[in-house]
C-alpha cells in the first residue's frame, strides 16, 4: 500500500514520517512555504528517539503523482474547515484501471470532531474515521515535533459506519509498526465524541493561551458540562473518561514544556483560520437541534473565529475577559 498523507501538518506529517521510517511507501501533499521546504530540505521530524530528515515525494494535488493507484490509501489530516475541499479535489482524481478516488479509493480521516467522517460519506464509498491521540507542535514550515513515549501516539480505528474490516487492520498493523498503537474498534465515532469533549478547550487555549489557570479549567467544565448534556438529548454514546485514561496509560506520556495545541498553533502561524466551529461548534449545533442551551461553547467559538479572522496572536486576551463574555452569554439564556 502506498499512503498519501493530505494534509502534512502536525499530525499527518507525524504520521508520514513515523510510516516512512517503518518502511512503507509515503507521499505528502502540502502547500505554499510548507511544500517548498519539505521538497527543498526533507521532513524534519523530532520525536523521543531523536531528530529524524525524511526525503519524500511532496504534492500539491492530485495531478502531480499521475493516477492514483488502486492500492492508495488516502490519509486525510486536514483541518476540518478544510475538508470539503481537500474531498472535492481528490475525490475526482482518476485512478488507475478506471473510476475515481471516490468510488475506488479508502479514506481515513485523520481530524478533531466528528464532522469529516459525515462529509466523506456523501462523497467517497469507503470511509474510516480514526480517532486521534497525538500531541504535534507545527509552526516552522519543514519541521514537526511529536515527543511523546514511549508510543507517539495512539489511533483509534474503525469504520465510519460502523463494525472494522481487513483492511482497517492491515492500516493498524501498518501504524503499530511504525511507533502507534492502532486498536481497530467497531464504535470509533464513539471515541471521536469523547475526543470532541476534549478538544473543547483548544479555543480557551488559543484566545487566552495554553498555560494552567484555575479559572481556565472552571470555564473549560461548564463547556464540557454543556457537551454531556447536549449528548445525553441527543442520545450520542462516548468513551468514558475512565476508558480512555486506560487506553493511554503509561503509552503516550508527554514531556513538560510542550506549547499549545493545535488551534493555538493555528493562530501562531497565522493561518486566517480555526477549527472551532467543528469542535465549540459541534456542541452549539447539538445544542440548537436537541433544545440544550450551549452559552459557553457559542462564545468559546465565536472568539476563537474572530481571533482567526482578524489574525490576533494567540493568549491576547485574558481569561478573566473570555470568562466574563460566557458569563453575559448564559445570563441572557437562562432569561430566553
Known sequence: MRYII?????????????????????????????????????????????????RLPVVTGPAEPGPLRRDDVLLLAVKTQHTIDALDTWGDAEVAGGGTAAQRLPVFCLQNGVESERLALRRFARVYGVCVW??????????????????????????????????????????????FEAPVVDDVMRWKY???????????????????????????????????????????????????????DGKVDQPPGVRGGSSWQSLARGTGSIEADYLNGEISLLGRLHGVPTPVNDVLRHAANIFARKGLPPGAMSIEDLTALADEAAARASTD
Open 194 to 248: 469523547a475526543k470532541l469533549i476534549g478538544n473543547l478547550g483548544n479555543a480557551i487555549q488559543a484566545t487566552a493561551g495554553p498555560e494552567p489557570h484555575p479559572a481556565k479549567g472552571a470555564l473549560l467544565g461548564r463547556a464540557t458540562r454543556e457537551a454531556e448534556e447536549v449528548f445525553a438529548a441527543a442520545g450520542i454514546d462516548y468513551a468514558s473518561r475512565e476508558e480512555q485514561a486506560k487506553a493511554r
Open 6 to 54: 493530505i494534509g502534512a501538518g502536525a499530525v499527518g506529517a507525524t504520521v508520514g514520517g513515523r510510516l516512512a521510517r517503518a518502511g512503507k511507501e509515503v507521499v505528502l501533499v502540502a502547500r505554499g512555504a510548507h511544500a517548498e521546504a519539505l521538497r527543498a530540505d526533507g521532513l524534519r521530524l523530532t520525536t523521543a528517539d531523536g531528530t529524524h530528515v525524511h
Open 134 to 179: 497525538l500531541p504535534s507542535t507545527f509552526l516552522r514550515p519543514g519541521v514537526v515535533s511529536a515527543l511523546c513515549a514511549p508510543l507517539t501516539g495512539i489511533l483509534h480505528v474503525g469504520r465510519a459506519a460502523g463494525g472494522s474490516d481487513a483492511l482497517a487492520g492491515r492500516v493498524a498493523a501498518d501504524l503499530e509498526a511504525a511507533a
